[in-house]
């Protein structure tokens, strides 16, 4: 083998960038002044049992919006931050809600937004106007 190859092999991997629902939950909490408090998933709070699972998430965090006059722990009362492992996975996961509330609308709505390995979960119980002003967040400040 060449210096070179061998180099390349001997090489420590890139890691790759962590990133964490509760810090995207608080980046957009500064900038979205209803939301009331943000509140961090783990293994015995979490609404969806989804957090460390096979594929599930690897972190998830909970928005409370005060326009959403519900203190559940789930996206109804404002929004929820879901991080994956691949952008694939996240993709997969937002497909999937939005099949069910398709096919089912009496489970209610919601809008999803999908960031590299991230899914912004905004409940349908908010006005549009509230998805709109999370989205700008979500997109640091791009509509």
């Not at 709070?45 to 519900?70: F, K, W």
Request: proline share 7%; net charge negative; hydrophobic share 40%.
């Amino acid at each position: 083998m060449t210096r070179a190859l061998l180099s390349r092999i001997d090489a420590e991997p890139a890691q790759p960038v962590t990133v964490n629902a509760t810090d995207l939950a608080n980046a957009i909490k500064a900038k979205v002044p209803e939301v009331v408090t943000v509140i961090t998933c783990t293994e015995s709070n979490d609404p969806d049992n989804l957090i460390g699972r096979p594929n599930g998430y690897t972190s998830a965090a909970l928005l409370q919006d005060a326009r959403a006059q519900s203190t559940d722990l789930s996206n109804d009362s404002g929004v929820v931050i879901e991080v994956f492992a691949t952008p694939e996975a996240a993709q997969k996961r937002s497909d999937y809600i939005l099949s069910i509330l398709t096919a089912s609308p009496i489970l209610g709505s919601e809008w999803n937004h999908v960031s590299e390995a991230s899914l912004m979960r905004v409940s349908g119980k908010l006005p549009p106007s509230a998805n709109d002003e999370f989205a700008v967040a979500w997109n640091n400040g791009r509509p």
